[in-house]
């Protein structure tokens, strides 16, 4: 069989770009002059409310009386947000806040939740509900 010339020239360019590849994706210095992704910025930084519920564990809800008698009610639930701590250290007579801080990459966005409240008496509990799994409500034991 007589070789041709046309085969042994694609066969060449294809080494060529096959090893050019491999070249650039396992070269060191390629891959660390790739910047980093940057976080995006805080989405929100304060929400006062002046009530607290808690559903589940990872479950709050924050209810707020704005200026025009308004009820504004956000929920926090696991599916957004990524972690959440309370901290009783709101003097008497403050509103309570939270404080919500991105802590999510360029793919997803996961959000923390700090909660500050004046003492866990005034975290309420709130009903729940699994479907047929259940529903319920919260108790707090104090």
């Not at 070249?23 to 929100?44: D, H």
Request: charged share 25%; aromatic share 14%; with cysteine.
């Amino acid at each position: 069989m007589k070789l041709n010339w046309f085969n042994s020239v694609t066969n060449l360019l294809i080494v060529f770009i096959v090893s050019v590849v491999l070249f650039i994706r396992f070269n060191q210095t390629t891959i660390a002059t790739v910047e980093p992704i940057k976080k995006p910025k805080f989405v929100e930084s304060k929400i006062f409310f002046d009530r607290i519920f808690m559903h589940e564990i990872e479950h709050y809800s924050t209810f707020s009386v704005n200026e025009d008698k308004n009820v504004a009610i956000n929920s926090y639930h696991r599916g957004l947000y990524n972690k959440f701590t309370l901290i009783c250290d709101v003097e008497t007579g403050d509103k309570m806040w939270a404080d919500v801080s991105d802590n999510g990459n360029w793919m997803e966005r996961k959000y923390d939740v700090i909660f500050h409240i004046r003492s866990l008496k005034d975290l309420n509990g709130a009903g729940w509900n699994h479907g047929k799994f259940g529903i319920g409500n919260t108790v707090l034991i104090e």
